[in-house]
């Protein structure tokens, strides 16, 4: 069946550091993939997103690339902030199920130190 | 501008007691989805909605019931709480099943001991 794999964390880095999280997938078909960002405290958000292969989404500094080839969806950013500390979840949506069921990898949560 | 909005944000539960966890979403959107949190497994689905009227079961229904009981609202039943239902249980909203962009609710802690 379908699967999101991510990078076990925590992740702690320096502020203005290089920022990369590891995901990997597997699914059949072509799904859409997702990023998402849930502060302390609060529900998940909506980052970014890539529906098809080589399709590059990118927000707030964030960007992940969709590799078919690699089956793969790494999120980067270039200088993190300490406001970016929080948990990211990757997630693919596979059309085959009409998108209802999205599956999410475990979370991977970054702390970011002044 | 409330989006999701999720009822009550903590709970603690006794083994075998039943509580309803209340979801409402403001946006018009025709599906609807609960998901429960766990540590180092991401977010499961229990149950979903593609529309008024309907739901399904999803990837960890047991223990559970939903009632779609209009568009806006989608609620959760424990009918009999374990201490393997704690956990943190969000709702989320899409506008229909092929958009991507789902919208979360803050969130409910619930802790059954």
């Known amino acids: 069946g379908n699967s999101v794999t991510q990078m076990e964390g925590p992740v702690t880095l320096s502020e203005e550091a290089f920022l990369t999280i590891n995901c990997t997938y597997t699914?059949?078909?072509?799904?859409?993939l997702f990023w998402y960002v849930q502060y302390p405290g609060e529900g998940l958000q909506l980052l970014l997103k890539a529906t098809k292969a080589d399709d590059k989404g990118s927000n707030k500094g964030f960007e992940a690339t969709y590799r078919k080839e690699t089956t793969s969806f790494h999120l980067e950013k270039g200088s993190v902030q300490v406001s970016d500390s929080a948990v990211y979840f990757c997630?693919?949506?596979?059309?085959?199920?009409?998108?209802?069921?999205?599956?999410f990898g475990a979370g991977t949560r970054l702390f970011v130190k002044a | 501008n409330a989006g999701v909005t999720q009822t009550p944000k903590f709970q603690v539960l006794k083994t075998g007691q039943s509580m309803t966890l209340q979801c409402a979403q403001d946006?018009?959107?025709?599906?609807m989805y609960w998901y429960r949190q766990d540590p180092g497994m991401g977010l499961r689905l229990i149950y979903y909605?593609?529309?008024?009227?309907?739901?399904d079961k999803g990837e960890v229904p047991n223990g559970y019931n939903v009632s779609r009981l209009n568009k806006r609202e989608f609620s959760l039943r424990l009918e009999s709480a374990a201490p393997s239902q704690t956990s943190v249980y969000f709702c989320?909203?899409?506008?229909?099943?092929?958009?991507?962009?789902?919208?979360f609710g803050q969130g409910t802690r619930l802790t059954v001991v």
């Open positions: 946006m018009n959107h025709n599906s």
């Open positions: 997630a693919l949506s596979d059309g085959n199920t009409g998108g209802f069921k999205t599956i």
């Open positions: 989320a909203s899409r506008p229909d099943s092929l958009g991507p962009k789902a919208f």
């Open positions: 909605s593609a529309s008024e009227g309907t739901t």
């Open positions: 699914a059949t078909g072509y799904p859409s």
